[in-house]
């Protein structure tokens, strides 16, 4: 079955101590809103580290299937009338509670580029299906020493929504500014080599001799979607850290 792989990161989620960054959406791969699903909680997990914090990122794609249950959605196409509009194959993921109040329309074609040094805008892609995408991250609190609720999820927006392009075997960026702001995320086509770049910045005891690149290919390698040790996957401040825009 055709794969694409989607790393989420959030550059701004402030934590205290014990917390960690998850992402949990309306596909199977991404817990299907239930963000205590424990076949899939390891691979939602973002890391953090001294240097990246406050921002958060998966270190290891998550695959999604390419199936015809998912929600797909063709390029945007001329109208009679000269406008654009997109074309839908088949039902939208249904919304979560959180999101009941949400416009469920399809969302426009997204601009790509590719990530790296110099990387600009490339445009709306050519041609072919969409995938659509609907999450958010939470911060789970599992861990933590104080009390209080032991999920904390993005209640001031709703749903997110993010179309990837059905290329097989291509991997993504999706990159929000910050928790709890619904800005329009950036997504951008990354390579292996950058993906194994990424994870040894999350993680510096992991190298990328301990995963040869075929098998990064391969969806159902628990080891490749739940990376890392616990060290770097949740807040170890020695403060709370509190960052005001």
Not at 201 to 214: G, I, K, N, R, Y
Request: proline fraction near 7%; hydrophobic fraction near 35%; charge should be negative.
């Amino acid at each position: 079955m055709p794969h694409i792989g989607v790393l989420f990161e959030v550059r701004r989620a402030e934590t205290r101590p014990g917390e960690c960054v998850s992402v949990v959406g309306s596909r199977p791969e991404l817990g299907s809103w239930d963000p205590f699903d424990q076949k899939a909680v390891a691979s939602r997990q973002l890391r953090t580290s001294a240097a990246q914090y406050p921002g958060w990122a998966m270190s290891a794609p998550v695959w999604i299937e390419l199936g015809a249950d998912g929600p797909r959605w063709r390029a945007a196409a001329a109208t009679p009338d000269g406008s654009e509009e997109d074309e839908k194959d088949s039902e939208a993921d249904e919304p979560s509670d959180l999101d009941s109040e949400e416009d469920a329309s399809a969302p426009a074609s997204p601009s790509v580029r590719r990530s790296g040094a110099g990387a600009g805008i490339s445009g709306h892609a050519s041609s072919g299906d969409f995938v659509r995408l609907e999450y958010k991250y939470i911060k789970d609190r599992r861990n933590a020493d104080e009390g209080g609720p032991s999920i904390q999820w993005e209640d001031s927006i709703g749903n997110r929504r993010v179309m990837i392009p059905q290329e097989h075997g291509s991997i993504w960026i999706v990159s929000d500014i910050r928790f709890n702001d619904n800005t329009e995320p950036t997504i951008a086509r990354t390579t292996l080599a950058e993906v194994l770049a990424r994870r040894g910045d999350l993680d510096p005891e992991w190298t990328s001799q301990d995963v040869s690149a075929p098998e990064w290919m391969m969806p159902h390698r628990e080891e490749l979607s739940s990376p890392g040790s616990a060290a770097t996957s949740c807040s170890r401040h020695t403060t709370s850290t509190i960052f005001m825009m």
